[in-house]
């Protein structure tokens, strides 16, 4: 089934827009400093307890109210006046930043011991899922609001190189920052990126909600939402082959334990390694930029998911620190053409009165994959070890991609 869009190949189209690049710039720091936290996260909990399967609760911890409250987070988001519920989300996740620069203190540390550090952390954690099942699909549902129809293809490319670029720089700044200011140093200047955000946002319009039956239940809405990805079969296709991708392909979540105890690089070497996918990612956004697809969308997003499996099980197999990177970068580049593909479809197929909804069933589904994704890895690296976990993710990975071609024709037959 073909998508209409426009054929203007303008790279710059969407970003000729003043209200886009204060959203663009805003997010860029939201994303950077979250990103910084969570490979902070990642390396104080595993430093905190020396346990594998511990990294793998902080992403429990995140997924378990994220999922729980997605489906009603997007009724709540069609009707609500956009700009207000994201700077809302973006403040409470500078006062979740702050909580954990005060048990990263010493005065923290000399009253309680690294077991209630680590259950503190994740109490935190837990709140910023909440926040997250509002904030997160809020971001895209402006996007769409601010940039006409016939630029939407332009500006998710835009909208996903930016998160790309945010996500790398986030990881390997916040390796460096981990070994040069130690944690919380490191807090304070995520405390300083999440607010230099929050004053970028404060520049968007309101955005009420677009004219429909507010009034109705909010089950009803919520089932409305979800009857719509349902049948709509190639969206459908597209979000669950993300979500089982991501879920299995999530090696990511080990990488704190290969940089400390495998490849032994320390955390300078763990914040670029950290970084590696999202490099790749940002090297394929920027070609997509410049040269969109035109055709064979469909078939090119299960070829992109099978070659990112093939790159999991060699980094799984990795000794060396140049084939690890190398393998996550490549992984990247191809996870950046699946998620703009994907992006480009929800966005051109789903009516702005329901975008609130449809994104958080994608949140629900793909976005929340990544956490129940690291605590898979988690758990599996505690009974299979570090090493069989990564490659039972990859090959499981490939089985999906592989399933969804044979299984989903009119995924595969899909162009925009």
Same mark, same amino acid.
């Given at each position: ?224 939402? %979800?009857? /719509?990805? #349902?049948?709509?079969?190639? =969206? $459908?296709?597209?979000?669950? +082959? ?6 299995? *392909? ?62 999991? %099980?060699? /980094?799984? #197999?990795?000794?060396?620190? =140049? $084939?690890?990177?190398?393998? +996550? ?6 996870? *950046? ?80």
């Amino acid at each position: 089934m073909s998508i209409p869009s426009s054929k203007n190949n303008d790279p710059l189209e969407s970003v000729r827009i003043p209200e886009f690049r204060f959203l663009l710039m805003g997010r860029f720091l939201f994303i950077m400093s979250l990103r910084m936290m969570s490979t902070l996260v990642g390396w104080w909990i595993y430093k905190l307890t020396s346990i594998p399967f511990a990294i793998g609760l902080i992403g429990l911890s995140e997924v378990i109210p994220a999922l729980t409250l997605a489906l009603y987070a997007g009724h709540f988001i069609d009707i609500s006046e956009k700009r207000k519920l994201l700077l809302s989300g973006v403040l409470l996740y500078f006062c979740a930043a702050g909580i954990l620069f005060f048990l990263s203190t010493r005065s923290t540390g000399a009253h309680l011991t690294k077991h209630w550090v680590a259950i503190c952390i994740y109490a935190v954690i837990f709140c910023t899922g909440i926040v997250r099942a509002f904030a997160g699909p809020t971001f895209n549902v402006i996007l769409a609001l601010i940039v006409p129809r016939h630029a939407l293809q332009n500006a998710t490319t835009w909208n996903q190189g930016a998160w790309l670029i945010a996500s790398v720089t986030g990881h390997a700044f916040g390796g460096f920052c981990i070994a040069i200011f130690d944690i919380p140093g490191t807090l304070l200047i995520i405390c300083g990126g999440i607010f230099a955000g929050w004053i970028l946002l404060t520049r968007l319009h309101r955005h009420h909600p677009i004219a429909h039956d507010i009034e109705k239940k909010t089950w009803d809405s919520v089932k409305e939402g %979800i009857n /719509f990805v #349902f049948k709509t079969r190639d =969206l $459908l296709g597209a979000i669950t +082959l993300d979500m089982f991708a991501v879920f299995f *392909g999530g090696a990511v979540a080990m990488i704190p334990v290969y940089a400390s105890d495998i490849l032994k690089v320390g955390p300078e070497g763990f914040g670029i390694l950290n970084g590696a996918a999202d490099i790749g990612s940002i090297c394929s956004v920027l070609l997509l930029t410049i040269f969109p697809m035109q055709k064979n969308q469909g078939r090119r997003l299960i070829i992109a998911v099978s070659g990112f499996g093939i790159c999991i %099980i060699v /980094f799984a #197999f990795s000794k060396s620190y =140049l $084939l690890s990177f190398f393998a +996550l970068m490549l992984s990247g580049i191809l996870d *950046g053409i699946s998620v703009v593909i994907r992006g480009t479809i929800m966005q051109l197929k789903t009516p702005d009165e329901m975008k609130g909804r449809v994104l958080s069933v994608n949140s629900m589904f793909v976005n929340s994959s990544n956490e129940l994704g690291q605590f898979e890895s988690g758990l599996m690296a505690k009974l299979m070890g570090v090493v069989p976990s990564v490659v039972f993710g990859g090959c499981m990975t490939l089985v999906v991609a592989l399933t969804t071609w044979v299984k989903s024709p009119q995924l595969r037959k899909l162009e925009y």
